[in-house]
Structure formats: C-alpha cells, structure tokens
C-alpha cells in the first residue's frame, strides 16, 4: 500500500481507503463489515470513512465495534455532518448547535474520543460560513478532531470557507470529497482540481465505480444481491442506461488487454492523479475487497497510449 499527504497536510491517508455509504448497516451485516475492515488493515489501509447519516447511525455503530482490537492511532477515521439526524429544525444543517451535537452523536458511535477528519457534507447556505469555520475551529482545538473538510463544495464555497479562515487566523479546510469517476469528472477536472492545487486542499474522492457499475458486473442484467437489486438503492437502475453499459463493455476490452479487471482499470485511471489524496472505495465481500486494493499495481500500465485509448471510449473529457 502506497501513502499519500492528505493535501499539504502531514496527515498520510492509504491511497485506496474503505467507506461505509450504502455498504455497512445496509448491504452487509456487522461481522461481514467488521471482517473487511480487519482485512483492509492488514493489507495497509489506514483510511476509513463513515458519516453520521449512513444508515441512520447505524455504519458507525459498526465501525466502532469492529476497530476496538486496532490500534487507534494507526488508523484514520472520518465522519461527517449536514443531513437531518435529529429532531426539529436544528437537527440537520452546519449551525454551531447542529455540528457540536453532531460530533459528540458520532464520537460517542464509534466509541473514540476524536476523528481525524469531520467533513462538512454538504454547503449550508442558512448557516455564515464564518460560523461554520470558527466551530471547525473551536472543534480541533478541543481534540475533537484533528482535521476538517468538505464534501460536494464548490469552487466558490471552498474558497469562501479559505477566505473567512484568513481574515480571521483560523484552521481552513485541509480536504475535499467529492464524487468522481470516468462517468463523473465534470467538477472535478474542470473546478476542483485547479484549485486543489492552488490551495493545497487534498481529494478523498468517492464512488469511483459509479454505483458498480464501472466494474462490468451489470452488463448481462442485474444480479441477485447487487445494489441495483435491493429496493432501497433501486435508483441505481436510473443510471443504467444502454449508452453507459456499451462503454463499459467497451472499457471491458481496455482491461483485458492489460490484464487486470474492470475495477482496477476504473480506480488506478483515478490514482494516477497526483492530487487525489486517497479514492474511497466500497465492497460487501472480501474478493472485492482485495480486487479493488489490486489497483494500486495497475497504474503503471496507464501509459498515453492507454490513456488515449480510455479517453476514445468515454468520449467526455471536459473542456479547459
């Protein structure tokens, strides 16, 4: 496993991290969950990430019961805060009650006194962001957690986060988290990276399968067990258009001229860019797991003429 500065933090985050959305306290039960983070650790990865809203607590319940026998300092743990999980209308949004709450709901889940990274999971534009920065700020220096960030910001909302940390000598955001993928690089190519780069802000990005389906397993129909097959993520369906599946049976020959499977073509075409931090993956069995974790071999075959070749495929890459 290779390490990667969490933006110019000194923070190291593994390249290829393990995250809870739609997996843990959903597809899989907590021993299958508790399994994958002990086999994840043992192949060196050090990220895990989680949000108070995955499966309504639930993903961190989890997590904290499966992390108890690791060394918490080894480990680097994220959660997040912004969707409704409390009652009335201070219960969801960035105000400095609904964070302060938030944080200790979540701490208290994972049974450990700090995380390392507490994102912002979505802009609230009913809270200033210079509550939103000073609370961040008042967080870390109570221990609370080490490091904050954003997740689905734009350009402008990053910037005003860095721009009112300035003004007033406060921590600034250190990362963003965004989705990105080959059937989702608008944001990232176009807006975030540019300013990535200028800020020193690191990327932890996420669903870089696009919901499975960059990993081929939907192009002969939907299996039993699948994402696309529970009601509760039936809407994965939507995104499974005939136009997106002749791509993906296209970038299917890519991979098996390199030798390696379609996962590992999706997630190494990710890594190969520098300012990605670390690329948030998910998996409900052990064999996906330690496929996905392959992938940090295969950049090295992503030569030009490879990359020429994906970019033939897709057909989207974004203007600059």
Not at 64 to 90: C, H, Y
Not at 118 to 138: G, K, L
Not at 229 to 247: F, G, H
Not at 283 to 297: C, E, M, R
Request: proline share 4%; aromatic share 8%.
């Amino acid at each position: 496993m290779h390490y990667r500065r969490l933006g110019r933090s000194g923070l190291k985050v593994s390249e290829i991290s393990l995250g809870a959305w739609v997996t843990f306290g959903s597809q899989i039960d907590e021993s299958t969950a508790s399994d994958l983070i002990h086999a994840a650790y043992e192949k060196g990865v050090n990220f895990f990430d989680n949000a108070d809203a995955y499966a309504d607590g639930q993903a961190e319940l989890i997590a904290g019961q499966a992390i108890k026998d690791l060394p918490r300092e080894a480990l680097v743990l994220s959660s997040k805060v912004f969707w409704p999980t409390m009652p009335g209308p201070n219960g969801r949004g960035l105000s400095r009650k609904h964070i302060v709450e938030s944080i200790h709901a979540s701490l208290r889940r994972l049974e450990t006194d700090y995380v390392d990274i507490y994102y912002c999971h979505r802009y609230d534009p009913d809270t200033p962001i210079e509550e939103v920065v000073f609370t961040m700020n008042t967080l870390i220096q109570q221990g609370k957690i080490l490091y904050w960030g954003t997740s689905e910001w734009s350009a402008a909302q990053i910037s005003q986060a860095f721009g009112a940390a300035r003004q007033y000598n406060l921590i600034p955001p250190t990362v963003e988290q965004p989705q990105y993928s080959m059937f989702h690089r608008e944001k990232v190519e176009s807006e975030i990276s540019t300013l990535a780069k200028e800020l020193g802000l690191g990327l932890t990005t996420f669903s870089p399968l696009y919901f499975g389906i960059l990993t081929g397993k939907y192009n002969d129909g939907i299996p039993s067990g699948s994402r696309a097959s529970m009601d509760s993520m039936a809407w994965v369906q939507n995104y499974l258009t005939p136009e997106r599946l002749d791509i993906v049976q296209d970038l299917a020959l890519v991979a098996a001229d390199l030798g390696i499977s379609q996962a590992q073509l999706a997630l190494a075409w990710l890594l190969r860019r520098k300012e990605i931090s670390s690329v948030i993956t998910g998996a409900t069995k052990l064999d996906q797991l330690l496929d996905n974790l392959g992938a940090a071999d295969a950049i090295e075959l992503l030569t030009d003429d490879v990359l020429d070749e994906i970019e033939a495929v897709l057909e989207n890459e974004p203007e600059r």
